[in-house]
């Protein structure tokens, strides 16, 4: 997904335009495979390629899902609505439809492979330098750990909170300090824009 964000990503306000154009798309298909009138069909071709016009951007990105990015890139039609079942089943629940499940992880991956397969050229060529896709891996490593080395994780997150709250701490008691310096001569702190406005 980081890749196709690089590539063909959107911004955050350009994704309810990105939006309103894929509904608008979504009941034309919809009226065109259930009408038989040409008119009003020619009619909402007409109306909706003038605003595809206005929004050229529209059909050069998708949102960040993989129902959509495989869409996008390798026109693949997937459907997500097994996924449910790993949120509304309980463990024997999802024994029981082990072999389905499976099935759909492992098609899951199979699109995410030729998604990829069609991304990352792209990538390359849009970012070149190799500091591009090293900075992936990196930006990658915000998700939280689920294994033995959440323990490690904590750890790491209150010392570096820590360290960066004490920083701050003694940052403010320096800068408390050196404005007593100046406390009895106005001349010094008249001059500086932010001891000035302190009584």
Request: hydrophobic share 40%.
């Amino acid at each position: 997904m980081s890749l196709h964000v690089a590539v063909n990503g959107m911004c955050s306000r350009q994704r309810p335009t990105w939006m309103k154009h894929k509904k608008n798309r979504d009941m034309r298909d919809k009226i065109t495979n259930e009408s038989n009138s040409i008119e009003l069909m020619a009619l909402l071709e007409n109306k909706m390629l003038m605003e595809e016009e206005e929004e050229l951007w529209v059909g050069r990105s998708s949102v960040n899902s993989l129902r959509d990015v495989a869409k996008f890139h390798c026109n693949v039609t997937i459907d997500k609505a097994q996924r449910d079942s790993f949120g509304e089943l309980d463990r024997a629940g999802i024994l029981g439809k082990l072999d389905e499940l499976l099935d759909y992880c492992a098609a899951d991956v199979a699109i995410t492979h030729r998604v990829y397969k069609k991304v990352f050229p792209a990538f390359l060529e849009v970012c070149p330098h190799p500091v591009s896709f090293g900075a992936l891996r990196h930006l990658s490593s915000v998700i939280l750990p689920v294994d033995q080395s959440w323990r490690s994780y904590l750890e790491n997150a209150e010392a570096t909170y820590r360290r960066l709250s004490n920083d701050v701490e003694r940052r403010l008691q320096d800068l408390a300090a050196t404005a007593l310096e100046f406390k009895d001569n106005p001349g010094n702190y008249s001059q500086d824009h932010w001891l000035r406005q302190l009584d």
